[in-house]
């Protein structure tokens, strides 16, 4: 008789994913799978499975290895940057070992220099990214989607036909309407699941390198707890709602998000990477010209390295009517001047909706903990 999981188990599953992955991503090395190495949410993804390789986003959200990096990079530098060439140098991270191919853009300036001194340890491709939306912009970008087409097939001698990449277009469109149904479901009041582990589902299912496997699990879940509610489970009390923004999260950082759980509300949202940033929009699978398609859809990601950015307030605008928030916290992590400067505007839009706001700078440490806890209670308190 199979046994039944139960929630809190599949949510430590989840959690452990990216650890448990480690062993599955040696198997496919032995059987010459390639590995692209990831950083961030506007690497398209789509024209790396089309070329047979996997994509898997690269160790950058702990403090472990931030001395090593600190010894070659300045200590006055964002600690994702920090993070992710010391996971780099040090060998720590797994998947930076087993990657054939670092793709980088050009997004801040921070991690574009990161990605050249990453050159002296494995081939690293950098995509131009646009820094604005604009027709130029889109024209540029999809000149840069089709170059990385160009520069797998090179790589790994291969063929990237249209057919393939549309292939995977549907696929990793299917991928985002499971991960926003699944999230969708703390539109409910009170929320079926903590923020906690909602975010460790969005995060693991990212370490599952079987695409359809991933979309199966997180379906079943997804219908499992929404039939538990319908059946009366609360396993949340009702308690403020919480988006959270601002730089990405997920390791060290979640930290914040354990501090506003403990201390008497509820994350119901993420609009940063992980969470609605990086899902949201679909491609446009029918679209004449897919290069197009795909620069467009992955253009879109409302970043503050974008400007202006205005396709982060108009998501944002959304999420927090459809989530019912009662308040916003923005994660700033120390030194990321585009989402530091960003957050003004972030503040005053939130603000003029009368929707309290918090803006956290913080950094993959422990040491502002009780900092945050007292921070989270006053915020909290006053809701
Ligand atoms: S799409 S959020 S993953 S760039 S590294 S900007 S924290 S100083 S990560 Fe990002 Fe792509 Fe945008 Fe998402 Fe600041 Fe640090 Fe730069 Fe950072």
Same mark, same amino acid.
């Given at each position: 008789?199979?046994?039944?999981?139960?929630?809190?188990?599949?949510?430590?599953?989840?959690?452990?994913?990216? +650890?448990?992955?480690?062993? $599955? $991503?040696?198997?496919?090395?032995?059987?010459?799978?390639?590995?692209?190495? #990831?950083?961030? #949410?506007?690497?398209?993804?789509?024209?790396?499975?089309?070329?047979?390789?996997?994509?898997?986003?690269?160790?950058?959200?702990?403090?472990?290895?931030?001395?090593?990096?600190?010894?070659?990079?300045?200590?006055?530098?964002?600690?994702?940057?920090?993070?992710?060439?010391?996971?780099?140098?040090?060998?720590?991270?797994?998947?930076?070992?087993?990657?054939?191919?670092?793709?980088?853009?050009?997004?801040?300036?921070?991690?574009?220099?990161?990605?050249?001194?990453?050159?002296?340890?494995?081939?690293?491709?950098? *995509?131009?990214?646009?820094?604005?939306?604009?027709?130029?912009?889109?024209?540029?970008?999809?000149?840069?989607?089709?170059?990385?087409?160009?520069?797998?097939?090179?790589?790994?001698? =291969?063929?990237?036909?249209?057919?393939?990449?549309?292939?995977?277009?549907?696929?990793?469109?299917?991928?985002?309407?499971?991960?926003?149904?699944?999230?969708?479901? *703390?539109?409910?009041?009170?929320?079926?699941?903590?923020?906690?582990?909602?975010?460790?589902?969005?995060?693991?299912?990212?370490?599952?390198?079987? +695409?359809?496997?991933?979309?199966?699990?997180?379906?079943?879940?997804?219908? +499992?707890?929404?039939?538990?509610?319908?059946?009366? $489970?609360?396993?949340?009390?009702?308690?403020?709602?919480?988006? =959270?923004?601002?730089?990405?999260?997920?390791?060290?950082?979640?930290?914040?998000?354990?501090?506003?759980?403990?201390?008497?509300?509820?994350?119901?949202?993420?609009?940063?990477?992980?969470?609605?940033?990086? =899902?949201?929009?679909?491609?446009?699978?029918?679209?004449?010209?897919?290069?197009?398609?795909?620069?467009?859809?992955?253009?879109?990601?409302?970043?503050?390295?974008?400007?202006?950015?205005?396709?982060?307030?108009?998501?944002?605008?959304?999420?927090?009517?459809?989530?019912?928030?009662?308040?916003? =916290?923005?994660?700033?992590?120390?030194?990321?001047? #585009?989402?530091?400067?960003?957050?003004?505007?972030?503040?005053?839009?939130?603000?003029? +909706?009368?929707?309290?706001?918090?803006?956290?700078?913080?950094?993959?440490?422990?040491?502002?903990?009780?900092?945050?806890?007292?921070?989270?209670? $006053?915020?909290?308190? *006053?809701?």
């Amino acid at each position: 008789m199979e046994l039944i999981k139960t929630l809190p188990d599949i949510y430590e599953e989840f959690s452990e994913q990216r +650890r448990n992955s480690f062993m $599955a $991503a040696f198997e496919m090395k032995e059987k010459n799978i390639p590995f692209v190495g #990831t950083f961030c #949410t506007y690497t398209p993804t789509e024209v790396i499975m089309a070329a047979g390789a996997v994509p898997v986003s690269l160790c950058s959200t702990s403090d472990e290895t931030i001395p090593d990096a600190e010894q070659d990079l300045p200590r006055n530098l964002c600690p994702l940057i920090k993070s992710s060439y010391g996971f780099a140098k040090t060998q720590k991270c797994p998947y930076f070992y087993f990657a054939d191919l670092i793709v980088g853009e050009t997004t801040c300036d921070g991690k574009k220099k990161m990605y050249e001194m990453l050159g002296a340890m494995k081939d690293v491709y950098t *995509m131009e990214l646009p820094n604005r939306q604009s027709l130029m912009g889109r024209k540029l970008w999809r000149e840069e989607v089709v170059a990385l087409k160009e520069k797998l097939e090179e790589k790994f001698g =291969v063929e990237i036909t249209e057919e393939k990449l549309r292939e995977q277009v549907k696929l990793m469109n299917k991928n985002r309407l499971s991960l926003r149904r699944f999230y969708e479901l *703390m539109k409910l009041d009170p929320p079926p699941m903590a923020g906690f582990n909602l975010f460790s589902v969005l995060y693991g299912s990212n370490f599952k390198f079987n +695409r359809w496997e991933a979309i199966k699990e997180v379906d079943a879940l997804t219908d +499992r707890l929404l039939k538990e509610y319908e059946e009366g $489970a609360r396993p949340i009390s009702k308690k403020p709602r919480i988006l =959270v923004t601002g730089c990405p999260i997920g390791g060290g950082a979640m930290k914040v998000v354990k501090a506003i759980e403990d201390n008497g509300a509820n994350v119901v949202c993420y609009e940063n990477c992980g969470g609605a940033k990086s =899902v949201d929009e679909l491609i446009n699978e029918d679209a004449e010209d897919i290069y197009q398609a795909i620069a467009d859809r992955y253009l879109n990601i409302g970043c503050s390295v974008m400007t202006p950015d205005n396709n982060r307030l108009n998501l944002m605008g959304r999420l927090l009517e459809e989530y019912k928030i009662d308040a916003v =916290v923005e994660v700033v992590l120390q030194a990321c001047h #585009t989402y530091n400067v960003e957050s003004y505007s972030i503040k005053k839009f939130v603000t003029e +909706r009368g929707i309290p706001y918090m803006a956290i700078e913080t950094d993959y440490s422990t040491s502002d903990i009780g900092q945050l806890n007292t921070r989270c209670a $006053a915020f909290i308190e *006053m809701l």
